[in-house]
């Protein structure tokens, strides 16, 4: 079974960056496309981004314009630019790897955005 290995995360203010990474134990191009999703205290898990097999990549409408997936082919990880951070961007931050509609996940890395 896939493992993901979730990291970068931690406590910034708000207007700062931070770089997620998830490193894949497999290779990346076994699955339809990477993504990254969170979750609040309280809310449900929200897509992020993703990128797929061909390198296209797409956004959540909340985060478009400031972050950015991009990927390491030969070290099967794939990152999270995470730029003018927000107080709304706190949460727990998730990778994961599906084939079709069968995800696997990461266990989770906490991004807190306060001064």
């Known amino acids: 079974q896939v493992q993901l290995v979730e990291s970068g995360g931690g406590l910034v203010q708000p207007g700062g960056s931070l770089k997620l990474s998830c490193v894949v134990s497999?290779?990346?191009?076994?699955?339809?496309?990477i993504s990254w999703h969170r979750q609040a205290p309280g809310k449900e898990r929200d897509f992020v981004a993703s990128i797929n097999v061909g390198g296209r990549t797409d956004y959540g409408d909340s985060v478009q314009g400031r972050f950015i997936i991009s990927r390491n082919n030969l070290a099967n990880t794939v990152y999270l630019q995470m730029n003018n951070l927000k107080p709304e961007d706190t949460a727990v931050y998730y990778c994961s790897a599906n084939i079709l509609s069968r995800y696997s996940w990461g266990q989770g890395t906490q991004v807190t955005v306060s001064s």
């Open positions: 497999e290779n990346i191009f076994n699955f339809n496309a």
